[in-house]
């Protein structure tokens, strides 16, 4: 019954071997390969970090068990942390510089040199007009890759290296996979595509269309709580629709995501949308916010996979709240209150949609 992996936790804290590490991290040198092929040598497990993906700087706190070594981070990783639970957890973490990067992650040299880095976290996938200024400056890089779930776990690992934590790191990969096994038996395969219920991801920024496509995680999790998303037709991470095309796809189900203000309310209240069958079943959510946005890879995945299986399937996601606390506590050492984990799920913002009454019980 899909009701048991809403209900069970599956913490499991086995060893994950990413295959990457060349040697052991421990309290001495670390010697790994990075996620674009590089090989990063640190004299010792990284203390002075800067993050400039976005969700790099919850992923290492995760990780680390605590913020202590963020020195610097993206802006944008700061305005997700201003919302969520870890930066009411760890204020400190919102005077943590921000100007490390520009647009499209171009690094701001200057300002990373001054923060005295012992690693720098940068994407390796998009150009190496973003990386070889750093190393140019002699700064230490890690690079990632972005979109799989692979590339997640294989980015937890690469933390856990750097930062000579490598038993965190393989008991999160360890939860991830546990939590996805346990999803793929409980959940029913129909006999046709056409038979899933269809969820439309759109970023949920205020004056756009914003939806993830073939190419986005948003689709593979789709797929993952057994449903199908309209935008699969899209070739791409994402891309810009209008409303007519919103409309012809007539999604069950609508995510607005964590990228910008939209709220449920925004489209009920929308009459170009009126004669949306999402509008009309009130069937649109608010993804949650964590220590992170739910809606991109990142440390907090899992806990989006349970949510979605909840909202599709309409079961209520039974035991989501004590699971988040569980799971917080270990990677945040921080237990949420419920009134807490109510804001994480955005239970005012979605408390008029179907099935959202108590969801997470």
């Not at 092929?37 to 605590?66: H, W």
């Not at 973490?93 to 992650?105: C, K, N, R, S």
């Not at 595509?193 to 496509?213: C, F, M, N, Q």
């Amino acid at each position: 019954m899909l009701g048991g992996i809403l209900a069970t936790a599956a913490a499991s804290v086995v060893g994950v071997g990413c295959g990457r590490a060349e040697s052991g991290s421990g309290v001495g040198a670390v010697t790994v390969t990075d996620l674009a092929g590089a090989t990063v040598q640190l004299p010792r497990p990284a203390r002075r970090v800067v993050t400039i993906p976005k969700p790099a700087a919850s992923m290492m706190v995760a990780v680390n068990g605590g913020p202590e070594v963020l020195v610097g981070m993206n802006a944008a990783s700061r305005s997700a942390i201003e919302d969520s639970f870890i930066g009411a957890a760890y204020p400190g973490l919102l005077t943590v510089p921000t100007d490390v990067a520009g647009a499209e992650f171009a690094p701001n040299v200057e300002s990373v040199l001054a923060l005295d880095p012992d690693v720098v976290i940068q994407w390796g996938d998009r150009g190496p007009g973003i990386v070889e200024p750093l190393q140019n400056a002699g700064l230490t890089v890690a690079q990632l890759r972005y979109g799989t779930q692979q590339d997640l776990e294989d980015a937890v690992a690469l933390y856990g290296e750097l930062l000579g934590k490598p038993e965190r790191a393989a008991a999160l990969i360890g939860w991830m996979r546990d939590r996805m096994r346990l999803l793929r038996s409980e959940i029913p395969v129909p006999d046709a595509s056409s038979t899933r219920p269809s969820v439309l991801y759109l970023r949920g920024a205020a004056d756009t269309l914003d939806v993830g496509g073939r190419a986005s995680y948003n689709h593979f999790v789709t797929e993952l709580v057994g449903a199908r998303n309209p935008a699969v037709e899209i070739d791409a991470d994402e891309a810009p629709i209008d409303t007519e095309q919103l409309l012809r796809w007539d999604p069950d189900i609508v995510l607005l995501g964590n990228f910008g203000p939209k709220l449920p309310a925004d489209l009920y209240r929308d009459p170009a949308l009126a004669s949306l069958r999402a509008v009309a079943q009130r069937r649109i959510y608010k993804v949650p916010l964590g220590g992170y946005r739910w809606d991109p890879p990142s440390q907090e995945s899992p806990l989006m996979w349970q949510w979605l299986a909840g909202v599709v399937h309409g079961t209520g996601a039974p035991g989501l709240r004590a699971e988040v606390a569980r799971q917080y506590a270990l990677w945040y050492g921080t237990e949420p209150t419920d009134a807490q984990i109510g804001e994480i799920l955005y239970s005012t913002a979605n408390s008029d949609s179907s099935d959202y009454v108590d969801f997470g019980r």
